[in-house]
């Protein structure tokens, strides 16, 4: 028999600190809570368990029945493994009630035998009702039972101490300091266990698990997390996501839709920012993902976890050979999106929209002028012609004087946009209409030209056609000499998309991407 004791995890109430939450509180895990359970189940997913109990405060039944979702078993309630009797304390900030208290409950407070004034308990109490508790409830048990116990602080620890020394009836008052020592001093952590070995009914062996490693990413984990996350009582179903950055992605599926992305941002600060757009644009009323649960606790995975919707549609990439012919409204949505994003005021977004990169880049002009300095750097690499090379060169060049030059607005940028990332729907008629753009992860303040660009880098790639008419449409909005700076920072796309099979040469999505941006150099170099 094993028996695995399991503190609850985080409460609300557990982060009010003076807060004496007791029997009586009722506030919910928080969301660290909630991970910090199915972390613990995910440890204990091959053990076996047969039956889950669980004291009846609120916060020990949900713990409990987070583990119960996550292995397929039911929760039972013991009212031995309740939380201590705070007695007046109950639900209350300590300071609220302690003039209420009489001065020589504080004189003897922590004495062994000294019950909580108003009704509740001493430690000599609540060690006698865990004693009778533990040892009927072993007797009553199949030696082969595997049980999992929830319950809280005290009696934890209290029970840990009492299964090595037995019934605290006979415990000498030395025996009692000494108990009393070992449950001032022993902290379980919230989700952490003890595990109890029996040999038939008789105690054996106990040990502390109070920590635990981080998971890897791999598609069951995945699985596990989330539907613990997600309440989730039907099957999971889950497709892998493919994407150029460092961040895996999930799509999950269980009537409704998610979108789970294990985050692997350099900059930490990269997460809460990302966060702080997606509620930006949702006040200026741009179309974009609603986060539905944002993990920050390291305790599952060691990064942190969006969870966010996920919108059925189909991503402008696949419709645009199939619906080319529609893709003219598209393409003024998503221009219509670009220059709304393009009028935000920087004083609004400044400390949300910045690169989740290292430091010396946030600016635009560095970051830019590095990155044409490195495509210029590994030029004679990427495999063009001499005609080609010269061309890019010279346009580069240029490109660098004008980014040096200042002489351009910044402006919030998308920074991004892939044809993958802007999702549409397509209706029975075959006509597409704009859903929304999905990934702004990269959302940065700059220059307007390099969303045009970027987007007509994107579109060059998969459908000529398509990118003929964005080319046409943005040329009406600019100046001649800023279509010509556009130009330049089209190239500048596709030879640093191919520069990037140089440095990620393991990478399929990149070396695609890459051949394809290498034979659009060497047929249009010369296209303006």
């Known amino acids: 028999?094993?028996?695995?004791?399991?503190?609850?995890?985080?409460?609300?109430?557990?982060?009010?600190?003076?807060?004496?939450?007791?029997?009586?509180?009722?506030?919910?895990?928080?969301?660290?809570?909630?991970?910090?359970?199915?972390?613990?189940?995910?440890?204990?997913?091959?053990?076996?368990?047969?039956?889950?109990?669980?004291?009846?405060?609120?916060?020990?039944?949900?713990?409990a029945h987070i583990i119960a979702r996550s292995l397929n078993l039911t929760v039972q309630t013991v009212d031995w493994a309740t939380e201590l009797d705070h007695g007046i304390f109950e639900g209350n900030y300590w300071w609220e009630v302690i003039h209420k208290v009489p001065p020589a409950w504080r004189i003897k407070r922590e004495e062994y035998d000294t019950p909580y004034p108003g009704g509740g308990e001493s430690v000599s109490m609540m060690a006698t009702r865990?004693?009778?508790?533990?040892?009927?409830?072993?007797?009553?048990?199949?030696?082969?039972?595997?049980?999992?116990?929830?319950?809280?602080?005290?009696?934890?620890?209290?029970?840990?101490?009492?299964?090595?020394?037995?019934?605290?009836?006979?415990?000498?008052?030395?025996?009692?300091?000494?108990?009393?020592?070992?449950?001032h001093s022993l902290r379980m952590k919230n989700g952490a266990y003890i595990e109890a070995t029996y040999k038939g009914r008789e105690f054996s062996n106990i040990d502390i698990k109070n920590d635990f490693e981080p998971i890897t990413e791999r598609k069951n984990n995945i699985a596990f997390y989330a539907t613990g996350i997600l309440k989730s009582n039907t099957e999971l179903k889950i497709h892998k996501q493919e994407t150029a950055s460092k961040n895996a992605m999930f799509h999950l599926s269980n009537g409704s839709d998610y979108l789970l992305k294990v985050l692997h941002a350099e900059d930490p600060n990269a997460v809460e920012r990302q966060a702080e757009l997606y509620d930006y644009l949702h006040s200026q009323n741009i179309s974009a993902p609603h986060i539905v649960f944002h993990d920050k606790s390291k305790v599952f995975y060691k990064t942190d976890v969006f969870i966010q919707d996920f919108i059925k549609g189909t991503s402008q990439k696949e419709c645009l050979h199939a619906h080319s012919r529609s893709m003219t409204p598209i393409l003024r949505q998503v221009l219509k999106?670009?220059?709304?994003?393009?009028?935000?005021?920087?004083?609004?977004?400044?400390?949300?929209?910045?690169?989740?990169?290292?430091?010396?880049?946030?600016?635009?002009?560095?970051f830019m002028i590095y990155n044409i300095n490195f495509t210029l750097h590994h030029?004679?690499?990427?495999?063009?012609?001499?005609?080609?090379?010269?061309?890019?060169?010279?346009?580069?060049?240029?490109?660098?004087?004008?980014?040096?030059?200042?002489?351009?607005?910044?402006v919030p940028i998308h920074g991004d946009?892939?044809?993958?990332?802007?999702?549409?729907?397509?209706?029975?008629?075959?006509?597409?209409?704009?859903?929304?753009?999905?990934?702004?992860?990269?959302?940065?303040?700059?220059?307007?030209?390099?969303?045009?660009?970027?987007?007509?880098?994107?579109?060059?790639?998969?459908?000529?056609?398509?990118?003929?008419?964005w080319k046409e449409m943005i040329a009406k909005k600019l100046t001649p000499e800023q279509f010509g700076i556009l130009e330049m920072y089209r190239i500048l796309f596709h030879a640093w998309t191919v520069r990037d099979t140089l440095e990620y040469k393991g990478d399929a999505l990149r070396l695609s991407r890459g051949e394809q941006s290498r034979e659009l150099l060497k047929i249009n170099i010369s296209k303006p």
């Open 337 to 366: 999106n670009l220059q709304h994003i393009h009028s935000f005021k920087i004083s609004e977004v400044r400390n949300f929209w910045i690169p989740p990169i290292n430091g010396s880049f946030k600016k635009w002009n560095p």
């Open 130 to 183: 865990l004693w009778k508790g533990v040892d009927s409830f072993i007797s009553s048990l199949a030696t082969d039972s595997k049980i999992i116990l929830v319950s809280h602080q005290a009696p934890i620890v209290t029970m840990h101490y009492l299964l090595q020394h037995g019934d605290p009836a006979s415990y000498s008052s030395k025996q009692q300091v000494a108990f009393l020592k070992h449950i």
């Open 379 to 410: 030029l004679t690499e990427l495999s063009l012609s001499l005609q080609a090379q010269k061309r890019i060169t010279e346009a580069l060049t240029e490109l660098k004087k004008y980014t040096r030059s200042k002489s351009f607005e910044l």
């Open 417 to 469: 946009l892939a044809t993958d990332n802007i999702i549409l729907h397509i209706d029975k008629k075959d006509t597409c209409s704009f859903v929304r753009i999905i990934d702004f992860e990269w959302a940065r303040i700059g220059d307007a030209l390099w969303d045009y660009a970027y987007y007509w880098g994107w579109l060059e790639r998969e459908h000529e056609e398509v990118a003929l008419v």
């Open 1 to 63: 028999m094993t028996l695995f004791i399991m503190r609850h995890g985080e409460s609300v109430s557990n982060t009010k600190q003076g807060f004496i939450a007791g029997r009586s509180d009722m506030s919910e895990l928080t969301p660290i809570g909630r991970v910090q359970i199915i972390r613990s189940a995910y440890e204990l997913r091959s053990a076996g368990i047969t039956h889950i109990y669980s004291s009846p405060v609120a916060r020990a039944q949900e713990t």
